[in-house]
């Protein structure tokens, strides 16, 4: 199974059926908050509706096509971060990220996504990662600015949120650009 730590507080973890019940309750105790820009609340409404999501998130890992990853702080699920999928012939893939509504604001999400950049550009060998972020949520846009994504434009109508289309930005680094500035040095 995929682990990767962090720092001395924090992992990634791949998550298992056994995460169902945490995952859905970190969930459902940031419903109101992440319904702002997450589409797919509304079809996550018990445990066993986590514990699908998972089931499907393991068999994207099995046939190497990416795969989603608990972010652990001091054992505790604080969010998740994943590869929607990887194009292998292009040797590229997208990340998408979520974090609960109390471990916002401590910088969780910015190390999660560096960690993932760094797998992805060391261990997989990928050349170019996509971050898409809808325009107005100016929040979650900040965390591929402070590692180094360029914004490469934007998205019109991009995905259905609810009641109404939004717009994406689309934030793009490349494996040359990494390796040149260091971004995970700290």
Same mark, same amino acid.
């Given at each position: 199974?995929?682990?990767?730590?962090?720092?001395?507080?924090?992992?990634?973890?791949?998550?298992?059926?056994? &995460?169902?019940?945490?995952?859905?309750?970190?969930?459902?105790?940031?419903?109101?908050?992440?319904?702002?820009?997450?589409?797919?609340?509304?079809?996550?409404?018990?445990?066993?509706?986590?514990?699908?999501?998972? $089931?499907?998130?393991?068999?994207?890992?099995?046939?190497?096509?990416?795969?989603?990853?608990?972010?652990?702080?001091?054992?505790?699920?604080?969010?998740?971060?994943?590869? &929607?999928?990887?194009?292998?012939?292009?040797?590229?893939?997208?990340?998408?990220?979520?974090?609960?509504?109390?471990?916002?604001?401590?910088?969780?999400?910015?190390?999660?996504?560096?960690?993932?950049?760094?797998?992805?550009?060391?261990?997989?060998?990928?050349?170019?990662? $996509?971050?898409?972020?809808?325009? $107005?949520?100016?929040?979650?846009?900040?965390?591929?600015?402070?590692?180094?994504?360029?914004?490469?434009?934007?998205?019109?109508?991009?995905?259905?949120?609810?009641?109404?289309?939004?717009? &994406?930005?689309?934030?793009?680094?490349?494996?040359?650009?990494?390796?040149?500035? $260091?971004?995970?040095?700290?």
């Amino acid at each position: 199974m995929f682990t990767y730590k962090i720092n001395e507080d924090t992992e990634l973890r791949l998550l298992e059926v056994r &995460h169902a019940e945490a995952l859905f309750a970190l969930t459902d105790e940031s419903r109101s908050y992440l319904k702002e820009w997450l589409p797919w609340l509304d079809f996550t409404q018990t445990v066993n509706d986590s514990k699908q999501y998972i $089931e499907g998130t393991l068999k994207q890992f099995s046939s190497n096509n990416g795969f989603q990853a608990g972010i652990w702080y001091k054992g505790e699920l604080a969010g998740v971060i994943g590869l &929607h999928s990887i194009n292998w012939a292009n040797q590229s893939t997208s990340i998408g990220y979520w974090l609960g509504k109390k471990f916002q604001g401590n910088g969780f999400m910015t190390i999660a996504c560096k960690a993932l950049v760094d797998y992805c550009f060391s261990e997989l060998k990928l050349n170019r990662i $996509e971050i898409r972020v809808a325009t $107005e949520n100016v929040k979650s846009q900040k965390i591929p600015q402070r590692i180094g994504f360029q914004k490469e434009g934007c998205i019109r109508n991009a995905e259905w949120l609810y009641d109404k289309f939004v717009d &994406h930005y689309v934030f793009g680094l490349l494996r040359e650009e990494y390796n040149n500035k $260091e971004l995970l040095s700290e």
